[in-house]
């Protein structure tokens, strides 16, 4: 069953967000009720999930892989890795020794240990590094052995020209040299591997303490607490004197600094210059997670050592490939040391995603000129109405003139990004569950596609007390509707909103 507002028929909760392919990277959660019970794991939600975002929920074609590798492997349920450099440099990690691992077409499948913990634990490895086998590959191996019997439909470039053609795009869109273009399995693969990359860099010079700048995506906050020494949290963006007493105090020991440009998902944009030259005046190597900004509207890489972007987001717009990009400045002071080691702890994008991307991201900018036209319509719209209790933007607000400083601009002035976020009154879940309007997790699409945000990402802080009060003096509001606007009418966009404000009354 579905739901519907005048044309539109919404899938029911399960549903894969775009509903047109296997290879979906959203999923449908139409309720507060059903976001709870895809984050509680109830029986009653989780039954209906057809596919979800891939570093949380397997794959329907995962899953039959892992099938296809289970004999193997006894009574112990096995996972699979996307290399087997990824399989040993998780086994270092957890300290896990395994006496058999299976190798097939460079996937790699292993089983888990009986003690749950130390399963979970290698498990959010694999989230956390973005290693997993993609659906295509996946699909690929199915199909080679009869498992499968038909290949999902789609626009690709010729097969195996992907990696180059969206390797010299990224390129072009920076104003780099393709060789200062790394492509990853995942948006969350590259942060990894540019955090891995400059901890070995800054390993034999004795720095080993991290700072995380403004509140990060969960996965970008447990890498740096989960595979570094120790890290510092700095949330406060408006200006760096906290940075600067930061580092007067660990002078020496500091790695580096991990934030995003803007931060997801308040959309606060550092001083990135200035925040560069102390980095540069400490030794430290700034890493900048611009997903949420995109590579079309900031210009972020003269002032950062590492810029990465979820090539998932924006440069696709179609919710259907994971993959991601690793950006070095030329001129960074690590620039040699990165080049020579940064593919060491990246995993590829297998040869159909990149196909597939590369036929999405030659319309990239211009997604992005028409979805920010949206964001500036709806976001004065909506900047004064009386059921939006505050409006986030990256153009505007106390962190405005900093993002201004670094944004691209187009004919019609400079490009605000493609998110609004949105605090409601105090109906949020009947606003929520009124929207008529695509609803799950991931950003950057060409449809619009709004998140709970504090409860898919952080439903730790949500749901106890202890959490609620964190995220009270951190003035995060647990009901945020993170908007990714798309392409549609802007109207349209807006009247549904509006019906949901009305419900909400």
Not at 79 to 104: K, T
Request: with cysteine.
């Amino acid at each position: 069953m579905s739901t519907s507002s005048g044309n539109k028929t919404l899938p029911e909760v399960g549903g894969r967000i775009p509903g047109n392919t296997v290879h979906a990277v959203s999923v449908s959660l139409p309720r507060v009720a059903d976001v709870i019970g895809y984050e509680e794991k109830r029986s009653e939600t989780m039954s209906r999930i057809k596919s979800g975002y891939p570093r949380f929920v397997a794959h329907p074609y995962v899953t039959e892989l892992v099938t296809y590798f289970q004999p193997s492997f006894s009574e112990n349920p096995c996972v699979v890795v996307s290399s087997r450099r990824a399989a040993q440099d998780l086994f270092a990690w957890a300290e896990y020794h395994v006496d058999s691992l299976i190798e097939e077409e460079g996937i790699v499948a292993f089983p888990l240990p009986e003690d749950e913990s130390q399963a979970s634990h290698i498990l959010s490895y694999i989230q956390h590094t973005g290693c997993l086998v993609s659906s295509r590959r996946a699909e690929k191996f199915l199909l080679d052995r009869s498992r499968l019997s038909t290949e999902q439909s789609e626009e690709r470039v010729s097969a195996g020209q992907g990696q180059s053609l969206v390797q010299n795009e990224m390129a072009r869109l920076n104003e780099l040299s393709p060789q200062d273009v790394f492509l990853s399995a995942s948006g969350m693969n590259g942060i990894y591997g540019a955090f891995r990359t400059i901890q070995e860099i800054q390993k034999s010079r004795g720095r080993d303490l991290w700072i995380q700048l403004g509140w990060l995506y969960v996965d970008n906050i447990l890498i740096l607490e989960k595979f570094s020494s120790g890290s510092v949290k700095v949330y406060d963006l408006h200006n760096l004197d906290e940075i600067r007493r930061v580092i007067r105090e660990y002078a020496g020991r500091i790695a580096g600094i991990v934030t995003e440009v803007p931060t997801n998902p308040l959309l606060q944009t550092p001083d990135l210059a200035e925040l560069y030259g102390l980095c540069q005046a400490e030794g430290c190597a700034l890493i900048a997670d611009i997903s949420v900004g995109s590579s079309v509207c900031i210009d972020a890489i003269p002032h950062c050592d590492i810029a990465v972007e979820s090539l998932t987001k924006f440069a696709s717009g179609s919710c259907d490939v994971m993959m991601g990009a690793v950006m070095i400045n030329p001129e960074s002071p690590f620039h040699g040391e990165i080049l020579s080691s940064l593919d060491r702890f990246l995993e590829l994008p297998y040869f159909a995603d990149a196909d597939r991307l590369a036929a999405r991201i030659p319309g990239y900018r211009d997604r992005m000129v028409r979805i920010g036209e949206n964001v500036r319509i709806l976001g004065d719209r909506w900047d004064q109405h009386p059921a939006v209790r505050k409006l986030y933007r990256a153009d505007q607000g106390p962190w405005a003139e900093n993002y201004h400083k670094i944004a691209r601009k187009s004919e019609a002035g400079i490009l605000p990004g493609g998110m609004i976020t949105m605090e409601v009154g105090s109906a949020m879940e009947s606003v929520y569950d009124s929207l008529q309007i695509l609803k799950g997790p991931s950003f950057g699409t060409d449809f619009t596609l709004v998140m709970l945000y504090m409860y898919l990402a952080h439903y730790d802080l949500v749901s106890t007390e202890e959490g609620r009060a964190t995220l009270a003096e951190l003035q995060m509001d647990p009901g945020l509707f993170r908007i990714s606007i798309g392409m549609e009418d802007p109207d349209t966009i807006y009247d549904a909103f509006e019906r949901a404000f009305q419900m909400g009354k």
